[in-house]
Antibody, heavy 119, light 110 residues
Framework: QVQLVQSGAEEKKPGASVNISCKASGYSFTSFYIHWVRQAPGQGLEWMGIMNPSSGRPIFSQKFQARLTMTRDTPTTTVYLGLTTLTSEDTAIYYC????????????WGQGTLVTVSS | QSVLTQPPSVSGTPGQRVTISCSGSSSNIGSETVNWYQQLPGAAPKLLISATNQRPSGVPDRFSGSKSGTSASLAIRGLQSGDEADYYCAAWDETLNALLFGGGTKLTVL
């Protein structure tokens, strides 16, 4: 069955960087895009960017353009999100989700990774 | 603030029909399909409606989606207590080349 399994919770200091993984299984890895969406405590969903695992090419939200990276490792069917220069406003649950195309619905989501940024 | 506009909250009694609106523009809802997600407390979002009006397998037909111009709607009939959740609309914006979410609507079943 389709699964997106994310790495565990992270605690970071302001100014640090974080890397989150999203391991895909149960489907053809290169046939689906991976979105990254975050949700701050008590807030709504916020789109960060999308990765095409086939080409390795990402599209970033302008808000995160300067400090966001997205990579993939095809042999392990894993997509990675990297976010630098963390502040307390980056405290959130980060989700990966797959979609057939960038404009298509996300039918499977990861379980979420809590990132806490605190001094 | 979100580019897609949803009411912060809606409410209804069991058995009632409620609708949640999602207002956008010509570069997103006006030209792309709309997806709806349900998020139960403490859970990841779940796809409820895809491509404006398609229900994924397993989603009850009590849920339906529609679109007119630059606005979309999610309708829930036969309201149940288990429908209490946050609901989000989403659409790709071809000008911003970005996915947009609505701010979310909290549904309360009275």
């Amino acid at each position: 069955q389709v699964q997106l399994v994310q790495s565990g919770a992270e605690e970071k200091k302001p100014g640090a960087s974080v890397n989150i993984s999203c391991k895909a299984s149960g489907y053809s890895f290169t046939s689906f895009y991976i979105h990254w969406v975050r949700q701050a405590p008590g807030q709504g969903l916020e789109w960060m960017g999308i990765m095409n695992p086939s080409s390795g090419r990402p599209i970033f939200s302008q808000k995160f353009q300067a400090r966001l990276t997205m990579t993939r490792d095809t042999p392990t069917t894993t997509v990675y999100l990297g976010l630098t220069t963390l502040t307390s406003e980056d405290t959130a649950i980060y989700y990966c989700a797959r979609s057939r195309a960038k404009y298509s619905a996300s039918d499977y989501w990861g379980q979420g990774t809590l990132v806490t940024v605190s001094s | 603030q979100s580019v897609l506009t949803q009411p912060p909250s809606v409410s209804g009694t069991p058995g009632q029909r409620v609708t949640i609106s999602c207002s956008g523009s010509s570069s997103n809802i006006g030209s792309e399909t709309v997806n709806w997600y349900q998020q139960l407390p403490g859970a990841a979002p779940k796809l409820l409606i895809s491509a404006t009006n398609q229900r994924p397998s397993g989603v009850p037909d009590r849920f339906s989606g529609s679109k007119s111009g630059t606005s979309a709607s999610l309708a829930i009939r036969g309201l149940q207590s288990g429908d209490e959740a946050d609901y989000y609309c989403a659409a790709w914006d071809e000008t911003l080349n970005a996915l947009l979410f609505g701010g979310g609507t909290k549904l309360t079943v009275l």
